[in-house]
């Protein structure tokens, strides 16, 4: 079986969420907040890491945030539509502000990587880009925020994901890699006025700092993958998954799927009110298209 990181912490976070996304399949239409940006922002330094330009990497980062939107957005709720705007100004800000250092040696860019953590469960990523700083090895990754930088790196340092993610990197390349250099882009703050008209911006902040791993995190890492991997494992035999309510409000934003746990009895009838979750790269048996 192959797993992900972003799955296996959705499940930590609450299991039924899991099953509704990841078993039933079940994507929300639209639940009203411009949840693109990072996902283009992304999108948008890919392009400018593979030597595309700023110009081109703003095309690609707007067109990704646009398929995003649902149809008509611009006929949603004018604070709806407000935070579309606020999102499409901040994806521009930061992409033409991304400090771009095309001096890196770079060994792969966007490289789609399976490592068998123990045997027979293995754990699939896409290492953004991997480098070389002074001769060592190192896996580039980066983050958006709008927390202070500094603050989400002291937060980033204690994530295991990281350390997960180096492992697999060294373990397929065979070559010892020192751990993250990890990007930290602040998304900048847009004002409006009381009339809905945009007043101003502050531009976006950076930070770059590395990340190094330990013996001790390792070994965390790999107890947390397998008690994650198992607990999913024994949802699907048993049939049972924790609804953990205490997640069905968070980011001043309500679960997408909370109707569907308040009335779980009409749960078949409202699946037609979502998509169809499309297939990725953390699927069992790879990309679609390979």
């Known amino acids: 079986m192959k797993w992900n990181i972003s799955r296996l912490q959705q499940f930590q976070t ?44 703003l095309d690609v980062a707007e067109l990704a945030f646009h398929a995003e939107l649902p149809l008509g957005w611009t006929e949603l709720d004018g604070k709806e539509v407000q935070k579309i705007t606020k999102g499409e ?60 930088v500094a603050q989400m790196v002291r937060v980033q340092r204690l994530r295991t994901q990281y350390v997960g993610y180096a492992a697999g990197v060294e373990a397929i390349m065979g070559e010892r890699l020192v751990g993250v250099m990890l990007d930290v882009v602040h998304k900048p703050e847009v004002y409006f ?40 494992e024994d949802s699907k035999v048993t049939g049972r998954w924790h609804k953990n309510t205490d997640s069905c409000l968070m980011f001043n934003s309500v679960c997408p799927y909370i109707d569907l746990c308040l009335r779980p009895d009409w749960a078949e009838g409202m699946k037609g009110l979502f998509n169809t979750r499309e297939k990725d790269y953390a699927d069992e048996g790879g990309r679609e298209d390979e």
């Open 14 to 57: 609450c299991e039924q969420k899991y099953k509704w996304k990841y078993v039933e399949d079940l994507e929300p239409k639209w639940d009203g907040l411009p949840k693109p940006l990072g996902k283009a922002f992304h999108e948008g330094i890919a392009a400018i890491y593979k030597g595309m330009g700023k110009a081109k990497a």
């Open 89 to 148: 100004m901040q994806l521009r800000d930061m992409i033409e502000r991304y400090p771009w250092k095309p001096e890196d040696d770079v060994v792969a860019i966007e490289k789609d990587m399976e490592w068998e953590v123990v045997s027979g469960k293995v754990l699939v990523f896409r290492a953004d880009r991997l480098i070389r700083v002074n001769g060592a090895l190192w896996l580039h990754d980066t983050k958006t925020t709008g927390l202070d």
């Open 193 to 232: 006025k009381k009339t809905g008209e945009f007043s101003s911006m502050k531009e976006s902040g950076y930070l770059r700092e590395p990340i190094n791993k330990t013996e001790a995190q390792l070994h965390e890492f790999k107890t947390w993958f397998v008690d994650m991997v198992q607990g999913v």
